[in-house]
């Protein structure tokens, strides 16, 4: 049985930690109750993660990322979080300027 709360839409765009929290608790549980294996269950946790960040706009997604590497200390993951994030903003001055090159305005100093 879901407790009520987690029947609810999961997605907390201000709060992203509370839906990477709920949303563990809520495959977790789901998994066991079908009686599925630990790895089944981190290979659906991680898939349902995947789909809602490829849905966050591009800065919304950089806020998230922002937000794991406080969280997650000197772990393995953080330089490719890191490295990720770079690659992002990168990419999201680059569309800035390519807008702006096309306005005819002057590229940012950025470049």
Same mark, same amino acid.
């Given at each position: 049985?879901?407790? *009520?709360?987690?029947?609810?839409? $999961? %997605?907390?765009?201000?709060?992203?930690?509370? @839906?990477?929290?709920?949303?563990?608790?809520? +495959?977790?549980?789901?998994?066991?109750?079908?009686?599925?294996?630990?790895?089944?269950?981190?290979?659906?946790?991680?898939?349902?993660?995947?789909?809602?960040?490829? *849905?966050?706009?591009?800065?919304? $997604? %950089?806020?998230?990322?922002?937000?794991?590497? @406080?969280?997650?200390?000197?772990?393995?993951? +953080?330089?490719?979080?890191?490295?990720?994030?770079?690659?992002?903003?990168?990419?999201?001055?680059?569309?800035?300027?390519?807008?702006?090159?096309?306005?005819?305005?002057?590229?940012?100093?950025?470049?």
């Amino acid at each position: 049985v879901v407790p *009520a709360r987690l029947e609810k839409p $999961l %997605l907390h765009r201000q709060h992203p930690q509370v @839906l990477f929290h709920q949303e563990d608790s809520h +495959l977790e549980g789901h998994a066991t109750s079908q009686g599925d294996s630990n790895e089944q269950a981190l290979d659906a946790m991680r898939r349902a993660l995947v789909r809602r960040l490829e *849905a966050l706009p591009l800065r919304e $997604l %950089l806020a998230v990322m922002a937000r794991l590497e @406080l969280h997650t200390g000197n772990s393995p993951d +953080l330089r490719a979080i890191k490295e990720l994030r770079t690659q992002l903003q990168q990419q999201e001055h680059q569309d800035i300027d390519e807008g702006r090159e096309r306005r005819g305005g002057e590229p940012s100093q950025e470049e």
